[in-house]
């Protein structure tokens, strides 16, 4: 039981973080990121 609450507090974790990021990223623009890849 221990492990599975582990597992899912870090699931959590990482998906605040990363919708953290996708905010950032949409909040920075796509165009930034097309002259930086393209």
């Given at each position: 039981m221990?492990?599975?609450q582990?597992?899912?507090g870090c699931?959590?974790?990482l998906?605040?973080?990363f919708?953290?990021?996708a905010?950032?990223?949409a909040?920075?623009?796509p165009r930034k990121l097309r002259k930086?890849?393209?």
């Open positions: 221990a492990r599975q582990a597992r899912e699931e959590k974790r998906f605040k973080i919708e953290r990021c905010i950032f990223l909040a920075a623009g930086t890849t393209f």
